[in-house]
């Protein structure tokens, strides 16, 4: 369900060097930047975890206007959140409906992409786009689901169908990124020049609390 070929995976925490939130956004904000730049690099994506890394996140879904059996508790799917880049960065196939924008950001109502797993089983028989769920409670905030994506493997290579679901990094926004550089040339020649760049964004002072 994605491409790992030619991408190099950088993982970072600027919290724990003391950035705050806005620091560490204008950080991630320069440094994406910065790879886009170096020759090579075709683009790069964001994302909270990596498909079959060892970081996962999870949460219970309830769906809207359906009511909670209270021996059955809601399923617990699993998620990341990415930015607006990463599904053309690890090639994850958009099946219907639209990406994710810049303008998917705090201010703007909450919206997710779901994989086809989680929107057939979820949505027997009907189409997902416009659907909305939560990941509180039964009574909301809910979550508008605006595109499908194909499915991949996510947490584990013998799960064939793993329901999944996507949401904006923008609204969901964690200090603990990975950077996904996809390049025409091997990633392991690009790791110097990343570490390089990343401590020349440190050194620009763009995300670091004084």
């Given at each position: ?15 724990e ?6 620091h ?21 994506g ?17 769906l ?52 086809q ?45 793993e ?48």
């Amino acid at each position: 369900g994605f491409d790992p070929d030619n991408v190099l995976n950088v993982t970072l925490d600027p919290s724990e060097v003391g950035y705050d939130a806005a620091h560490t956004d204008a950080f991630f904000r320069d440094l994406k930047a910065r790879f886009a730049a170096l020759p090579g690099v075709e683009s790069v994506g964001e994302t909270t975890s990596v498909p079959l890394g060892i970081v996962n996140a999870g949460a219970m879904v309830y769906l809207e206007g359906r009511q909670v059996d209270p021996t059955h508790p809601a399923p617990i799917i699993m998620s990341e959140r990415v930015d607006p880049e990463f599904f053309s960065t690890l090639r994850v196939p958009l099946l219907r409906g639209r990406g994710f924008t810049k303008q998917d950001d705090q201010h703007a109502p909450l919206v997710a992409i779901v994989n086809q797993a989680m929107a057939s089983d979820m949505w027997p028989g009907q189409d997902a786009i416009g659907k909305r769920f939560s990941v509180k409670d039964a009574e909301g905030p809910f979550i508008e689901v605006v595109g499908v994506a194909g499915d991949g493997r996510y947490t584990f290579m013998g799960y064939e169908h793993e329901r999944f679901f996507y949401q904006p990094i923008e609204q969901n926004q964690s200090p603990y990124r990975t950077l996904q550089l996809r390049s025409s040339v091997p990633p392991d020649t690009l790791a110097a020049e990343a570490q390089a760049q990343i401590r020349a964004a440190q050194r620009n002072g763009r995300g670091r609390q004084d």
